[in-house]
RNA sequence: GCCUCGGUAGCUCAGUCGGAUAGAGCGACCCCCUCCUAAGGGGUAGGCCAGCGGUUCGAUUCCGCUCCGGGGCACCA
């Protein structure tokens, strides 16, 4: 029986008490969301609920009364064993250890779909994340959202929303000019303009553009030829950046370019919407979007008083755009530095005509110091001090990236210490959930050697003898599985799926010291043994397919 | 100044419909391998959940203020 089932149970109980007079509320007032949580004491059952306490100001009724009600209620329901009544009205709830112990084979039934859920069926998404410019490598401060974000929309989908992972190129403006004069100069040999690019790559990049397009130094018009440079190392930077983040295990299915943005009219047709919606004027020669009518602090210029367009007009443009493209929630994945956009597009979205609570979400993700050895990694483009996410990778491995930066909450502010990291020791949390994986797989695998079919042995799996507290305790981790997936996505917070993940592993390696699974050199193979290889099998799955949301891969040996 | 994120064990951090005795890893100390991987398990020590008020049966959690730290406040991209 699993807590949603349980939560099912008490909620049935509680309108028959409605129903015939026990307890004096209608069937509006009883809490439409039992809140089932696992008891933390062992002496408290498997589950307890706090929904008599909630009730006794409706029903006018002490708290213990209701749950004695309930409890009577609820001890004929087949799967509860007992229900008692504690301190100021919880009712400790224990399972029938049959109904607890069938989980296991609920797990290896469902395989890789266990834990999905379709608490956001119907609902599509839009996660836009990373969107570097594409002037140079990534670097570690795209990285959290690029594990973070990957791992975010695998967790939205996992619960049944639709979702696209997005990149938004931004191929067009001032920074790709001096983008273009930089490796102009650099493969000419001269200096590098003032603001333009200084890191080694650009050299780099010159070099690679001349080799592939020798003609490109014959050219005579400087314009025309800053041009070509442009495009070359675009379409390199491009390339480059779209390999780097298809190794790091993030894959986007779409790739927006902001020129075509321009081209295909959306620029034009989001003004357009945005004046008939009533909050564009003009002033000082320029083009103006009312973003305080929506809690913004200033008005914004979506057109320079020299006639250009402003970058924000891009972005307005481009949020009506995914809207046109069907999409009921656009996610936005932003660094701390971006913070000061959040009320203007929260504003755009409103001067769009649409609701800002739903169509559009903003989530803003902190800063990751990095430490080397105890000093601080400084980042800076401009100044070629650059730590590629490419190095990253070479240094630590995608599975321990991933896993370090998704196990803490993107909100918090995070400091990564690239000396820690590299050390492939415990200190890394991945490696512990990865070992529970590998030991199981390698118990299996011993099960098999020694002849052990579990799944189609003569002995059948019993569920009831799965009763030593650390099985328990595994078998609840895993009846967990299904609600984390859905707070995780309820609440944009895929390291809940990671710190379940450490749970669930701490929970088996606790199962595995106590409990043998296979039988000892001249014992006879038991109902117990094959129980054990169920329960074993289920953790596998739910580990699998945890680490698998994340992205992170489930070694079968380490 | 305004906005925003944080302040929980020595260190790095978990802890949302407000619940019973506040958790994990690392570090310290003590135990456990004739047995499926010791990349593991068990135990001890370590806390005024930054501070002060409020809401109530009950607050680390919700609200207000204060203090301390990170980040942000362009007709830049």
Request: contains cysteine; proline residues 4%; negative net charge.
């Amino acid at each position: 029986m699993t807590p949603n089932e349980l939560a099912l149970a008490i909620r049935i109980s509680l309108v028959e008490l409605a129903a015939d007079g026990t307890l004096p509320v209608s069937t509006d007032e009883l809490p439409t969301n039992i809140v089932v949580d696992r008891s933390k004491n062992p002496e408290h059952g498997d589950y307890a609920t706090n929904a008599a306490m909630q009730l006794a100001k409706a029903a006018k009724m002490p708290p213990r009364a209701i749950a004695e009600a309930l409890a009577a209620k609820l001890v004929s329901t087949p799967g509860i064993a007992k229900a008692d009544v504690a301190g100021p009205g919880f009712l400790n709830i224990t399972i029938d250890a049959a109904a607890q112990g069938a989980i296991a084979a609920d797990v290896v039934v469902a395989g890789a779909a266990y834990g999905r859920g379709t608490s956001m069926q119907g609902q599509r998404f839009n996660v836009e994340f990373i969107s570097a410019n594409p002037t140079g490598p990534l670097h570690l401060g795209h990285t959290r959202w690029a594990a973070v974000g990957d791992a975010l929309a695998a967790v939205l989908a996992a619960a049944g929303a639709q979702v696209d992972r997005e990149f938004y190129v931004n191929d067009r403006g001032n920074q790709m000019e001096l983008f273009g004069a930089s490796i102009r100069a650099a493969a000419l040999g001269l200096p590098i303009p003032e603001d333009g690019y200084k890191g080694s790559y650009i050299a780099d990049l010159a070099e690679e553009v001349v080799q592939a397009q020798p003609t490109i130094l014959e050219i005579s018009d400087p314009v025309d030829q800053q041009i070509a440079f442009r495009e070359a190392g675009y379409a390199l930077q491009l390339a480059q950046q779209q390999e780097t983040l298809a190794s790091f295990g993030t894959n986007f299915d779409t790739w927006y370019s902001e020129r075509d943005l321009h081209t295909s009219g959306g620029v034009d047709r989001a003004l357009d919407k945005l004046r008939e919606q009533g909050h564009v004027y003009e002033a000082d020669g320029a083009v103006w979007l009312r973003t305080t009518d929506f809690d913004d602090d200033k008005d914004r210029v979506l057109i320079k008083a020299d006639g250009s367009l402003t970058y924000f007009a891009s972005d307005c443009a481009y949020y009506i755009d995914k809207r046109v493209r069907g999409f009921d929630t656009c996610l936005y994945l932003l660094g701390a530095d971006h913070h000061g956009y959040v009320n203007r597009l929260r504003a755009v979205a409103a001067c769009a005509g649409d609701d800002p609570s739903v169509s559009i979400e903003i989530l803003i993700g902190q800063m990751v110091k990095t430490m080397r050895d105890g000093q601080e990694v400084k980042l800076s483009k401009r100044a070629g001090e650059i730590v590629a996410l490419t190095d990253l990778i070479d240094e630590v491995g995608v599975d321990a990236a991933r896993y370090t930066l998704i196990r803490y909450p993107a909100d918090s502010p995070l400091t990564l210490d690239l000396g820690l990291l590299v050390k492939r020791s415990n200190d890394n949390p991945v490696y512990y959930v990865q070992y529970a994986h590998a030991r199981i797989s390698s118990v299996l695998r011993n099960a098999e050697a020694v002849g052990i079919d579990w799944r189609h042995s003569d002995i059948a799996f019993d569920p009831a003898l799965l009763v030593d507290e650390r099985e328990g305790d595994l078998l609840r981790l895993l009846a967990e599985f299904p609600r984390v997936i859905a707070t995780a996505a309820e609440l944009r917070e895929p390291h809940r799926v990671a710190r379940y993940l450490e749970q669930l592993g701490a929970g088996y390696h606790r199962f595995y010291d106590g409990c043998r699974v296979l039988p000892r050199g001249d014992e006879p193979l038991e109902a117990i043994h094959i129980s054990r290889l169920w329960l074993c099998a289920a953790t596998r799955q739910t580990l699998f397919n945890g680490l698998t949301l994340l992205g992170v891969s489930a070694p079968t040996k380490m």
